[in-house]
């Protein structure tokens, strides 16, 4: 059965960094574009980052540009998250997500209702 899964979540302070890692058996990886998004309870789930099939495009949420980075290695079949300079309001569960794409952009990988696949979620806590 195809899936993802994640890992690398955690219990972290203001200001640390964590990276997320999702490995794939989804098909063939290279013809999936990726995305992280998050949900934090009481909220929706929102589009974090996104990553284009070849990785050569990323769009990001305008909450974490400039503080986290989207990253795939299309040999390992995997998709990265490095946040760095983590806030308390960036606690919540993250889920990778895969969408089998036609064209190498990524922002067109950002709406929730349309990724094909999701990961289980990995918990991130930051404290204050």
């Known amino acids: 059965q195809a899936q993802l899964v994640e890992s690398g979540g955690g219990l972290v302070q203001a200001g640390d960094s964590l990276r997320l890692s999702c490995i794939s058996s989804v098909g063939t990886f290279s013809n999936y574009a990726m995305a992280w998004f998050r949900q934090a309870p009481g909220n929706e789930r929102e589009h974090v980052a996104s990553i284009s099939v070849s990785g050569a495009n990323t769009y990001y949420a305008d909450s974490v540009k400039g503080r986290f980075t989207i990253s795939r290695d299309n040999t390992k079949n995997m998709v990265y998250l490095q946040m760095n300079s983590l806030q308390p309001e960036d606690t919540a569960v993250y889920y990778c997500?895969?969408?089998?794409?036609?064209?190498?952009?990524?922002?067109?990988?950002?709406?929730?209702?349309?990724?094909?696949?999701w990961g289980q979620g990995t918990q991130v806590t930051v404290s204050s």
């Open positions: 997500a895969a969408d089998l794409a036609y064209n190498d952009y990524a922002q067109t990988s950002s709406i929730a209702s349309t990724m094909d696949t």
